[in-house]
């Protein structure tokens, strides 16, 4: 275990944080970490997940409640991100990993934080929705940390933020989506909308329509 934990920091070091996700680099910062994992076969996938969990909860706990985007371990705690986004999409972890990573490091920072992350997800949002469905998978995870955040977020101080998260569960399905669709045509009849008062001149003016 402490094997992977000195070559995730290795590569973390090694990660140059960029606008999008840049595979190519990541691939080859976390080279040494891949071999590790496709050489110990048996449990390989398992202790690299369980490693990067403990690096991010050790991260998570170190950031105060307010932190600027220069922070040192902010930039390790995304740069880590990186590497789960990457091996959630090529099949090194398990599909949805990357999200639980997320959901757990977002429950443990500030809301101030969790936004400072959650702007990280957003550029990374093309590699992250890859082979996403709302019945199963990693969009039910997603679907439980976006939930989660909503929950936190004081709407209003920052309902920006929670406009944001709002969009990008909007964004990361299809509109034909059943989840999103009314598929029996319910609808409220409790609101009654009262036709206001008006005079017979301009009824008429309406009826004329």
Do not use: W
């Not at 590569?11 to 691939?27: G, H, Q, R």
């Not at 105060?64 to 789960?84: E, F, M, Q, W, Y």
Request: proline fraction near 1%.
């Amino acid at each position: 275990m402490n094997e992977y934990r000195l070559l995730i920091e290795r590569a973390v070091d090694s990660v140059e944080l960029k606008d999008e996700l840049d595979v190519v680099a990541v691939e080859h910062a976390t080279a040494e970490l891949k071999a590790a994992i496709v050489n110990d076969k048996d449990s390989g996938q398992r202790d690299v997940e369980f490693a990067l969990h403990l690096y991010l909860f050790d991260l998570a706990q170190q950031l105060p409640v307010t932190v600027g985007s220069d922070s040192a371990n902010l930039k390790r705690l995304l740069a880590a991100i990186d590497i789960a986004t990457l091996f959630s999409d090529n099949g090194t972890t398990d599909g949805s990993f990357v999200f639980m990573l997320l959901e757990e490091t977002m429950d443990m920072v500030s809301i101030s934080v969790a936004s400072e992350i959650f702007a990280h997800v957003e550029q990374r949002a093309h590699v992250l929705r890859r082979g996403m469905t709302a019945t199963g998978g990693k969009g039910i995870v997603m679907l439980k940390m976006c939930n989660g955040l909503l929950r936190r977020i004081p709407q209003a101080t920052m309902s920006e933020f929670a406009g944001r998260v709002q969009v990008f569960v909007g964004n990361s399905f299809a509109l034909s989506e059943r989840s999103g669709v009314n598929l029996r045509g319910d609808f409220d009849r409790t609101s009654v909308a009262q036709p206001a008062n008006v005079s017979d001149e301009e009824d008429s003016v309406y009826q004329s329509f």
